[in-house]
């Protein structure tokens, strides 16, 4: 019966004059859920993303959840970080175009952030004082769905809602000069997040895009990544107990440079949206 349908549908295509891989393509672009972390007024909700409008959800994608019938246009509403997670980690070395001619880690060397570095959409990164060489990186979030802990690498996939776009903000002199990380990439705004998490898509092929002042400076392919999705999240799990609204930045690509006061980053993944945030100093 599956092969019957399969040439029916091929038939009916070649009739129609669509392409099977633009039917397809339009298939698995219609199985993807854009949700969205959103306030109105006092209240905090998540939703479903409806072209120009939000569907507020019953629930939240964590966990049992319903569609309602209460909308609101995105341009009426303010977006939020997409989640409130336990803890934030981060990928190093994650990309050849990176690390350059250094041997590639054997396995997902990832760091600590803290949630305080988080912001939205549209919130200002801070450079604060005492730095004077910050600099943007593109990077896809993975965002976990369930509790995860030892986790293997073939099942993985089941334990992660979807991804998100992040700016894993970095003041190179401390990173340089300090022993620990934790200011250069752990300061607050040091990460950008949002705004929409995609679920259901391939992950691991998406296209990743950061614009300076709307000028294109990084510009990759997940596809390019040195450890997945599935095996970053495997490895992890082995280590540290994800939970729910958990975040991973899965690392930059190609090489970075500094911004500025007055300046605008955009970083913009596919099917997920844009992620725009401008740069102030610290008062």
Not at 4 to 9: D, F, K
Not at 12 to 23: A, D, E, K, P, W
Not at 202 to 229: A, F, P, S
Not at 242 to 261: N, Q, V, Y
Request: hydrophobic fraction near 40%.
């Amino acid at each position: 019966m599956g092969n019957r349908r399969s040439v029916l549908t091929l038939v009916l295509l070649i009739l129609t004059g669509t392409s099977t891989g633009n039917r397809y393509a339009l298939a698995a672009e219609q199985k993807t859920t854009r949700f969205a972390r959103f306030q109105v007024g006092q209240s905090i909700a998540y939703g479903i993303v409806e072209g120009d409008r939000i569907r507020k959800l019953s629930g939240d994608p964590f966990g049992e959840w319903s569609k309602t019938d209460t909308t609101h246009a995105l341009s009426e509403v303010k977006l939020l970080v997409p989640t409130t997670p336990t803890k934030v980690l981060a990928l190093a070395g994650n990309y050849v175009s990176h690390v350059g001619a250094k041997a590639p880690a054997k396995h997902p060397e990832a760091f600590f952030k803290v949630p305080s570095t988080l912001i939205a959409t549209g919130e200002p990164i801070v450079i604060p004082e005492g730095t004077k060489d910050v600099h943007y990186e593109a990077e896809m979030v993975i965002v976990i769905g369930k509790r995860a802990k030892n986790v293997p690498e073939a099942k993985a996939l089941d334990y992660v809602l979807g991804v998100t776009c992040g700016n894993d903000v970095s003041a190179r002199d401390w990173q340089r000069g300090d022993v620990q990380w934790w200011r250069a990439k752990g300061s607050d705004t040091f990460g950008p997040c949002g705004p929409f998490i995609l679920s259901g898509a391939n992950y691991d092929d998406l296209r990743i895009t950061l614009r300076l002042n709307g000028e294109v400076k990084q510009d990759q392919r997940t596809r390019d990544m040195i450890h997945g999705v599935a095996p970053t999240v495997s490895w992890i799990s082995r280590h540290v107990t994800l939970e729910p609204g958990d975040l991973i930045f899965t690392g930059t690509m190609g090489k970075t440079s500094a911004i500025k006061p007055g300046d605008v980053v955009e970083v913009e993944i596919e099917g997920v949206g844009v992620l725009r945030n401008p740069v102030k100093a610290a008062r």
